[in-house]
């Protein structure tokens, strides 16, 4: 069964995605916490990670050289025993993080490398991580469909891959729509994350169509007449 992490910043959505007993985890980064307003980065961090009762929550680190991102996620370890952290699989440049993946996994740091879109990455980071605490590899299927190219040609091998390195697990991310949890869970893919809205969504699973067509009818109809539409 794949879980179900959330995603997201702003904390009454992500307080009730935990909630939720769907998800047992979440994730983060610092575009989602820009756009909700976060301006305590620690602060918002240590928040959510007591919010999450135990439940892993991946933070990233914000740096771009690879000392500042080692010395960071260091720091971001130090914030909980259910922190995660996240590290690019490489700097804004094109350099692998691959050189302190392995020193931090073995320091025993929980790690979800991130951005991940393809078999070389995911290869470079399993090496990486081989001999280490245990680990994510986020494969961003979503915006590899956003290419045009089906994103279960780099899940689905890159599944295999990681089939010998048992202590890593992927997640498929940045998810698009609902079906994706449906997709990533007949490849055997062993977390999604999934927005809170996108969550709730899940509830829709087995429902009857004729009855959801009717419905749809019927929010149309209310909404037409809540906003006095005539003509």
Not at 18 to 29: A, D
Not at 71 to 88: L, M, R, T
Not at 112 to 139: H, M, P, R
Request: aromatic share 8%; proline share 5%.
């Amino acid at each position: 069964m794949t879980r179900v992490f959330t995603d997201g910043a702003n904390l009454d959505q992500v307080r009730g995605a935990l909630e939720n007993p769907l998800v047992s985890g979440l994730t983060t980064n610092p575009s989602l916490m820009a756009k909700s307003g976060i301006t305590d980065y620690e602060g918002f961090s240590r928040e959510v990670l007591t919010m999450a009762s135990g439940k892993p929550v991946s933070i990233e680190v914000v740096a771009d050289d690879l000392a500042g991102m080692h010395a960071q996620a260091k720091k971001i370890a130090s914030w909980g025993d259910n922190a995660v952290v996240k590290i690019p699989v490489t700097t804004s440049s094109g350099v692998p993080t691959s050189e302190i993946l392995g020193p931090l996994a073995a320091d025993g740091v929980q790690l979800n490398v991130t951005a991940v879109f393809t078999l070389e990455q995911v290869k470079w980071t399993c090496d990486a991580l081989a001999d280490g605490a245990s680990g994510y590899i986020s494969v961003f299927a979503g915006r590899i469909a956003d290419t045009g190219v089906d994103p279960i040609e780099v899940v689905s091998p890159a599944l295999e891959i990681m089939a010998n390195y048992p202590t890593l697990e992927m997640i498929w991310a940045s998810s698009r729509q609902v079906f994706d949890f449906y997709i990533a869970q007949s490849v055997g893919c062993h977390v999604i994350t999934l927005t809170p809205d996108l969550i709730d969504k899940l509830a829709l699973r087995g429902k009857p169509l004729n009855q959801y067509s009717l419905e749809t009818v019927q929010m149309f109809l209310n909404d037409a007449r809540a906003s006095r539409f005539d003509f």
